[in-house]
């Protein structure tokens, strides 16, 4: 923001909306943050370890809340989630949850 500042010689303008949007976000991440430090998400997370078709769960379960609210928002409630799973390839799941919240219905 800064290069392309200087290099427009202007400074952006942001209205009130887009500051609403940011703070929203902001509070989210701080939610899902408490969450993790609290250890309710490690405590899901084992919950899910102990069942079948964890890649597949974690996929639809993307998918569904994509649905529901933003992309970005799924994947900031469910990525932390899979990254505190025992598991390898967490990097696919990861990729696949991605494409489950960009999925057109």
């Excluded at 998918?63 to 967490?90: C, E, G, Q, W, Y």
């Amino acid at each position: 923001m800064l290069a392309t500042s200087l290099y427009l010689k202007k400074i952006p303008y942001y209205s009130s909306d887009e500051f609403q949007v940011l703070f929203i976000l902001l509070i989210l991440f701080i939610t899902v943050n408490g969450l993790e430090k609290s250890g309710i998400i490690s405590g899901i997370s084992a919950k899910l370890e102990e069942g079948r078709f964890i890649p597949l769960k974690l996929t639809a379960a993307t998918f569904f809340l994509s649905t529901l609210i933003t992309n970005d928002v799924a994947l900031i409630v469910i990525v932390p989630l899979t990254m505190k799973l025992k598991i390898s390839r967490k990097n696919i799941i990861v990729i696949l949850e991605a494409l489950a919240a960009n999925a057109i219905l």
